[in-house]
């Protein structure tokens, strides 16, 4: 290859791992491979800039703007950081630094790098007004409505905001009246697993790591599902025109003492050697922190000094950051093990010689899916890799060939699932595979007992912890309906002694005893009954029915209003559903369709739940819609559902539950259903638009 062929092919692969991660939110290498790939564009850029192309990764800050959000410009561009990866690498940077101050004395803040997404927000007046992504570092993403659920991030800043600011305020002053602060926004890690373990649990695709999951959620145009992922945000800078503080020390303090998330983690180091034991401190303690971090950032204290140091094209000359190696080890992988999910998706574990890694001693893995291993290439007794990354479970990266023998057998994906022998299959476009014996397989009968007693379900956690897979081992149950059939004398004494497991096969020897004293008996039998008050979204949600989480179940309970609108709603009624696609609508079609399933919920209905939304009881207002009936479809810009029928009641008027001659007005909102719409033509059933029925009620 040419010089000039290798700065072409250098600068389109750079320039598509940017696109990647920036606007799709995939990183498809390492940090540590990008960067040896840009330094490689930079050198050769150096020794040929004849072939630089206007487009070169090298002199922006990757990333773009994305359409659906309004653009802003930055007050003040948001530049990166350079990279460096060693000791020696840091004392050049501090050399430039003494250098650049001509041997005036310096000091350096260090703070950790923290893995997510840079945020600037700017407040005007103690109020937060604007929110922003970094973008290509000059305009960004007004996110304001999103980053407003940050709830560690205040929307208002007390001690009489407003003040002047001036360069001698010391760190109690007031802040001044136009600021910026700019930060990392990230999902908590425990966040993170949440939110898997509950996509897991409905049967959605799982997020690939904290990373992706916060920026793919800071692009989401609906706030209040970016709300219900509890983000947050550590603040590490501050920017004001004129300045208001000397240090970034100062700074540091100061947003802390107004309220802002500010990581205690800082420190600050008065010379490189300082530095050097701040990196080797946090080599490990990094993961104890609620994040993922992957390096360190270290920054000259004084702005004055910040000022003289400069900028290069792309990043200051007075901050750069200490990338950490990712925390590796070698080790060999004994056995794979294949676990069943509620959904029936096998998932390959990886069992390895345990070894020790950040601290911890590690002795399995996730392998993700067959693709996965394939993509590996990895064998049984083979010595691979070990990484633990921004995720909680370390990750097989790789295999050391240099290391295999004829001891190496390849991995056999089972064809047949490991629990019920039931023949695997893959649906088309997932990495996974599934056992189609939704009904009969062991593990996902156990997880969708699990799924049912969940909080958010049923609430009769009292049940965990084994108490299930006795009852089902006992015969006393076979699906969630027969919990209801259960007696004092089914369960009193019931006692087996299980492996300790930890989701593996038993390793330690250890056996747990699950046993029912009358207490426990008591307690399970309380919570079962009690469970029949539960609401009726939370007994749609514990159906189990794949791809229908929380809030789509309450979408589904808030259009339909009962189990038994939604037993016969047609497909295109339930795709019709705000926030439901095809996807979700087809899969809670067939899961209405199938006789079993409508036998489960006879029995659920024959058992006491609740199977109709509660309707408020609501005080009179007037008696002005008195003997007339309604009926609603669609979704309406004033009211929710739940007012609607509010105000219907609270005015003499009666709400009824399908479209008959006994019907006087159809009120159409957005989004109507189209069997409801004919159904009124056909009998002549007068429809009103909101507006109308706000007019009937006096305006
Ligand atoms: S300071 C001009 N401090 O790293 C320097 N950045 O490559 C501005 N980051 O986009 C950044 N932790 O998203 C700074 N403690 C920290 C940081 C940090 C993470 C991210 C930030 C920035 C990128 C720089």
Known sequence: MTPQDQINDLTDRLNYYNHQYYQNSVSEVDDFTFDRLLQQLAELERQYPEFRRPDTPTQRVGGTISKEFPTVYHRFPMLSLGNTYSEAELTEFDNRVRKGLNGQPYEYVCELKFDGVALSMTYENGVLVQGATRGDGVRGDDITNNIRTIRTLPLRIGRGAGGQGHGTDSPNSVPPALFEVRGEGFLPLAEFERINKEREDIGEPLLANPRNAASGTFKQQDSAMVAKRRLDCYLYSFLSEPEVFQTHEESLIAMKQWGFNVSPSWRKCADIQAVMAYINEWETKRFDLPLGTDGIVIKVNRYDQQRELGYTAKSPRWAIAFKYKAMAASTTLNSVSYQVGRTGAVTPVAHLKPVLLAGTVVKRAS????????????????????????????????????KRTEASQPINYPAECPACNTPLIRKEGEAHFYCPNEKGCPPQRQARFEHFIQRRAMNIESLGEGKIQLLIDRGLVQSPADLYDLTNANLLGLEKAYPEREGGPDETGKVRVVKFGQKTVDNILNAIEASKGQPFVNVLFALGIRYVGNTTAERLADYFGSMDELLNAPLDVLANVPDVGPRIAQSAFEWFRDPENREYVERLRAAGLQFASERKVVAQESDTLAGKTFLYTGTFANFTREELEERIAANGGKLLSGVSKKLNYLIIGENPGPSKVDKAQKLNVPMIGEDEFTAMLGG
């Open 367 to 402: 392998l993700h899916n067959a693709n996965e291993i394939q993509r590996l290439g990895v064998m049984i007794n083979d010595t691979v890799f070990v990484e633990k990354g921004g995720e909680i479970i370390p990750k097989i990266t790789g295999v050391d060939l240099s």
